[in-house]
């Protein structure tokens, strides 16, 4: 959460200045404007960029730890002039009730409001809108898990890119070529350069040297349906990872990954939901040397929806202790749950079913952080402000709605804080 001393507040921001020099900054018109909003950022977030040693996260030498929330919508949402005042309204409670990191899109590739909509095109106005996103999750004290594409059909995807080569006369067979096709992976590559390198037109900063991003996501989600072996991900992540390195060393990159076990380990995989082939592994692609912390995601109700609530529990239990053990011992890498919720629309849900679910994931969360273990945070799916009733899922937690589940997510914010 960050409460650093001025003088600290005032060494990290001469070493921001000058890294940020090749911003060219200094000769924007607006450079006073820039380097307040750049100062006020960089003090409530609490310093510079997050640092990754071993099992560990890191801010300004001390121990970090972190609560939040996934909002994908925000840049969507911020699009829309009409819509725009949402965004910061839920930056504004999420730092209210203790929350430090958040998870969004920065991805829209064809379609409704799309931020790319063709191969290297882009919508300036979405992107302005991704600008404005960045700004006030940094003015309000809260880092950001940035995604730069998705698995599935939704914002685009992996099928839009596929789908674009093909447009272009290249012979592709279906969605996986996005892992191999040489013109597909250089679409995808020409859009990570174009967000790491893109220059915040609000703060003056470009996203590769902003610490308000606390991490990079290659994909949300990844999934193969053909290659069984898992080796043509594998490869597609140590390729994407470096290239992500080589152009942003300032920031954290995770792959994305839901957790899944593969062939690597195939002893583990009596972990997984019994249906789930999803050819990702979470043991050899968490051990890519430039992917700096693992992530899990937890869905019981659809992954083992058929199991009575007994059964779902031990999976839940089982899952989340198999991943926090393997981060620690085999991975020597720290580990998100960087989604986790429980559905409205599910035929056994209640509200204090919800609250003691987020309990039990908070305890594993934060006992793990206490004892000095790898998981040292959590991310549930899906915060959304007032009047949004378009974007509801089932999942949502809106904080007027739900004081108890509130209750809930505050106390945590306050046990983890009060571990640094």
Same mark, same amino acid.
């Given at each position: 959460m960050g409460f650093q001393n001025l003088v600290l507040i005032t060494f990290m921001m001469t070493l921001v200045i000058v890294q940020y020099g090749n911003c060219k900054v200094t000769r924007h018109p607006h450079y006073h404007s820039y380097k307040d909003l750049a100062t006020k950022i960089l003090h409530n977030i609490g310093g510079g960029f *997050?640092?990754?040693?071993?099992?560990?996260?890191?801010?300004?030498?001390?121990?970090?730890? %972190?609560? =939040?929330?996934?909002?994908?919508? %925000?840049?969507?949402?911020?699009?829309?002039?009409?819509?725009?005042?949402?965004?910061?309204?839920?930056?504004?409670?999420?730092?209210?009730?203790?929350?430090?990191?958040?998870?969004? !899109?920065?991805? +829209?590739? =064809?379609?409704?409001?799309? %931020?790319?909509?063709?191969? =290297?095109?882009?919508? #300036?106005?979405?992107?302005?809108?991704?600008?404005?996103?960045?700004? #006030?999750?940094?003015?309000?004290g809260v880092r950001l898990i940035l995604s %730069?594409?998705?698995n599935w059909n939704n914002y685009g995807g992996k099928n839009q890119y596929v789908q674009w080569a093909r447009e272009r006369g290249q012979y592709v067979n279906n969605d996986d070529d996005f892992f191999t096709h040489p013109v597909v992976k250089q679409y995808y590559k020409n859009?990570?350069?174009?967000?790491?390198?893109?220059? @915040?037109?609000?703060? =003056?900063?470009?996203?590769?040297?902003?610490?308000?991003?606390?991490? !990079?996501?290659?994909?949300?989600?990844?999934?193969?349906? @053909?290659?069984?072996?898992?080796?043509?991900?594998?490869a597609f992540f140590l390729e994407i990872a470096s290239y992500v390195k080589?152009?942003?060393?300032?920031?954290?990159?995770?792959?994305?990954?839901?957790?899944?076990?593969?062939?690597?380990?195939?002893?583990?995989?009596?972990f997984n939901p019994g249906y789930q082939l999803v050819r990702t592994d979470f043991i050899s692609n968490n051990q890519v040397p430039k992917i700096n912390f693992a992530t899990i995601h937890l869905y019981p109700d659809q992954w083992v929806s058929s199991s009575?609530?007994?059964?779902?529990?031990?999976? *839940?239990?089982? !899952?989340?202790?198999?991943?926090?053990?393997?981060?620690?011992?085999?991975?020597?890498?720290?580990?998100?749950?960087? #989604?986790?919720?429980?559905?409205?629309?599910?035929?056994?849900? @209640?509200?204090?079913?919800?609250?003691?679910?987020? #309990?039990?994931?908070?305890?594993?969360?934060? +006992?793990?952080?206490?004892?000095?273990?790898?998981?040292?945070?959590?991310?549930? !799916?899906?915060?959304m402000a007032q009047g949004m009733d378009g974007f509801r899922d089932g999942y949502e937690i809106i904080f007027q709605e739900s004081p108890s589940t509130t209750n809930v997510i505050t106390q945590q914010s306050k046990k983890m804080s009060n571990l640094e």
């Open positions: *997050v640092q990754r040693n071993g099992t560990h996260f890191f801010l300004n030498g001390k121990p970090h730890y %972190l609560n =939040g929330f996934n909002a994908y919508w %925000l840049m969507n949402i911020a699009s829309d002039p009409s819509t725009s005042s949402k965004v910061t309204t839920t930056f504004q409670e999420a730092s209210q009730h203790g929350l430090n990191i958040a998870r969004t !899109w920065a991805f +829209n590739d =064809g379609g409704y409001k799309a %931020l790319q909509t063709s191969p =290297g095109s882009y919508d #300036e106005n979405v992107f302005k809108a991704l600008d404005f996103v960045i700004s #006030e999750a940094g003015k309000n %730069l594409v998705n859009h990570v350069k174009t967000v790491l390198m893109r220059n @915040n037109t609000i703060t =003056g900063l470009a996203y590769k040297d902003d610490p308000s991003i606390f991490a !990079w996501e290659l994909m949300n989600e990844p999934r193969s349906q @053909n290659d069984y072996s898992g080796k043509s991900i594998q080589s152009i942003d060393s300032n920031h954290l990159l995770e792959v994305g990954l839901e957790g899944f076990y593969g062939e690597s380990m195939p002893e583990k995989k009596q009575d609530e007994t059964a779902q529990d031990a999976f *839940v239990n089982k !899952w989340v202790q198999a991943h926090i053990q393997d981060s620690n011992d085999i991975l020597r890498k720290p580990i998100l749950l960087t #989604e986790f919720g429980k559905s409205s629309r599910s035929s056994r849900y @209640n509200m204090d079913e919800r609250n003691s679910y987020f #309990e039990k994931l908070y305890n594993f969360i934060y +006992n793990s952080a206490r004892n000095g273990g790898p998981c040292v945070g959590g991310l549930f !799916w899906q915060l």
